[in-house]
């Protein structure tokens, strides 16, 4: 574990945290207005190793053999020339910090990044974060790379789980959730819809699995992956015979089938790392899907709403509803695809170049 003191003072700004995988929603925005959730769970932190925040360079002045040593491949709005590895943290996990409000950009419903580091040492002054709170963002704070040092507790370490241990020991995450919209003039407005974390994840793995079809069509399993995948796949793919296969697969599911095409595998929740099958089907395309989201689809939960207070027997469940269904189709994360694809070599070919320009086609058909 680690706690991350001030590089100018070495005053102590956190708890004590263990290192998890990013989520692949930190820098997801949701919607307009709405009422996001804390990030990162309690006693965890993680690291974004690619640059983010101001000062920005636009597409234009940029060479592409520098874009391309920066694993970018394709053409963006702009790139960001700040400096990587910032560390993110729930709010609540901040110590000896205090907030600038000079710096406090956003106001829209909270803070953003809009005017550099909104968080400063308390012992010595210096900028050391932003705290990131506002509409349609997910809570947390970002410690800047250069204004804080990582120190080891104790020497303790924390070990890193098996697949068998992260199976036993992590939860699934629920394709449908709550959320609320801020400052509605109708009072209290929230509703069920699918799960932002959902929507993420599959705009990272419908980049994978577009180029993993080359060029083919491809067909998923039925149920949730069918709703998260085929409507997008069939819109931007073409119809025909030889279809790519894609099989779920991962710790404690059975073998995939031998003519498996394209796997959707978990990463690993502390490391990222994906899981890697054996045998016939180690040649397939793996495609990364969060743990959470991957768990879910592997072994869905069944409606087990915890007691109001207490616990309850073993077998005995409370008589609340299920969560209902969202009222629209699913429609994945275009901003997360979109980074995913650029990152991709792949997508130097002219067919999924095409793919990349044409979202306002994309947006009509109803895919994001």
Same mark, same amino acid.
């Given at each position: 574990m680690f706690v991350f003191v001030c590089a100018g003072c070495g005053a102590r700004l956190t708890v004590p945290l263990s290192q998890v995988a990013l989520p692949i929603h930190a820098r997801q925005k949701y919607g307009n207005g709405i009422q996001l959730p804390v990030l990162m769970e309690p006693g965890t932190f993680a690291v974004d190793p690619e640059p983010w925040g101001p000062p920005w360079r636009r597409w234009e002045d940029i060479d592409p053999d520098e874009a391309a040593a920066r694993g970018v491949c394709a053409p963006v709005h702009a790139l960001s020339e700040g400096a990587p590895g910032a560390i993110v943290i729930a709010p609540g996990e901040a110590r000896g910090t205090v907030l600038v409000p000079e710096n406090a950009g956003g106001y829209c419903c909270g803070l953003d990044w809009g005017d550099g580091p909104n968080m400063a040492c308390e012992a010595c002054g210096l900028p050391?974060?932003?705290?990131i709170d506002d509409c349609s963002l997910w809570q947390a704070v970002w410690l800047a790379p250069d204004a804080v040092r990582r120190v080891p507790v104790d020497d303790a370490?924390? !070990?890193t789980l098996s697949w068998v241990e992260a199976l036993a020991k992590g939860s699934g995450t629920p394709p449908v959730a709550p959320v609320a919209r801020w400052g +509605? *003039?109708?009072g209290l407005d929230h509703w069920w819809t699918w799960n932002p974390q959902w929507e993420a994840a599959a705009g990272r !793995? *419908?980049?994978h699995l577009l180029v993993a079809s080359? &060029?083919?069509p491809v067909t998923v399993p039925q149920g949730l992956i069918a709703e998260m995948f085929q409507r997008a796949l069939d819109a931007l793919l073409p119809a025909g015979p030889h279809a790519r296969r894609v099989f779920l697969a991962g710790? &404690? *599911?059975p073998a995939p089938d031998t003519d498996a095409d394209i796997l959707l595998v978990p990463t690993h929740p502390q490391t990222g790392e994906l899981w890697s099958p054996t045998g016939p089907a180690a040649s397939a395309y793996p495609v990364p899907m969060p743990f959470g989201v991957w768990k879910w689809l592997a072994s869905p939960e069944p409606h087990l709403p915890l /007691?109001? +207070?207490g616990t309850m027997p073993d077998g005995v469940l409370r008589d609340d509803p /299920?969560? /209902?269904r969202p009222h629209r189709l699913f429609r994945l994360d275009p901003s997360i695809f979109e980074h995913t694809l650029v990152r991709l070599p792949a997508v130097r070919s002219r067919w999924l170049r095409e793919i990349l320009e044409d979202r306002t086609q994309h947006l009509r058909a109803g895919l994001y």
């Amino acid at each position: 574990m680690f706690v991350f003191v001030c590089a100018g003072c070495g005053a102590r700004l956190t708890v004590p945290l263990s290192q998890v995988a990013l989520p692949i929603h930190a820098r997801q925005k949701y919607g307009n207005g709405i009422q996001l959730p804390v990030l990162m769970e309690p006693g965890t932190f993680a690291v974004d190793p690619e640059p983010w925040g101001p000062p920005w360079r636009r597409w234009e002045d940029i060479d592409p053999d520098e874009a391309a040593a920066r694993g970018v491949c394709a053409p963006v709005h702009a790139l960001s020339e700040g400096a990587p590895g910032a560390i993110v943290i729930a709010p609540g996990e901040a110590r000896g910090t205090v907030l600038v409000p000079e710096n406090a950009g956003g106001y829209c419903c909270g803070l953003d990044w809009g005017d550099g580091p909104n968080m400063a040492c308390e012992a010595c002054g210096l900028p050391v974060a932003n705290r990131i709170d506002d509409c349609s963002l997910w809570q947390a704070v970002w410690l800047a790379p250069d204004a804080v040092r990582r120190v080891p507790v104790d020497d303790a370490e924390t !070990a890193t789980l098996s697949w068998v241990e992260a199976l036993a020991k992590g939860s699934g995450t629920p394709p449908v959730a709550p959320v609320a919209r801020w400052g +509605s *003039l109708r009072g209290l407005d929230h509703w069920w819809t699918w799960n932002p974390q959902w929507e993420a994840a599959a705009g990272r !793995a *419908l980049a994978h699995l577009l180029v993993a079809s080359d &060029g083919r069509p491809v067909t998923v399993p039925q149920g949730l992956i069918a709703e998260m995948f085929q409507r997008a796949l069939d819109a931007l793919l073409p119809a025909g015979p030889h279809a790519r296969r894609v099989f779920l697969a991962g710790p &404690g *599911l059975p073998a995939p089938d031998t003519d498996a095409d394209i796997l959707l595998v978990p990463t690993h929740p502390q490391t990222g790392e994906l899981w890697s099958p054996t045998g016939p089907a180690a040649s397939a395309y793996p495609v990364p899907m969060p743990f959470g989201v991957w768990k879910w689809l592997a072994s869905p939960e069944p409606h087990l709403p915890l /007691p109001a +207070s207490g616990t309850m027997p073993d077998g005995v469940l409370r008589d609340d509803p /299920p969560a /209902p269904r969202p009222h629209r189709l699913f429609r994945l994360d275009p901003s997360i695809f979109e980074h995913t694809l650029v990152r991709l070599p792949a997508v130097r070919s002219r067919w999924l170049r095409e793919i990349l320009e044409d979202r306002t086609q994309h947006l009509r058909a109803g895919l994001y």
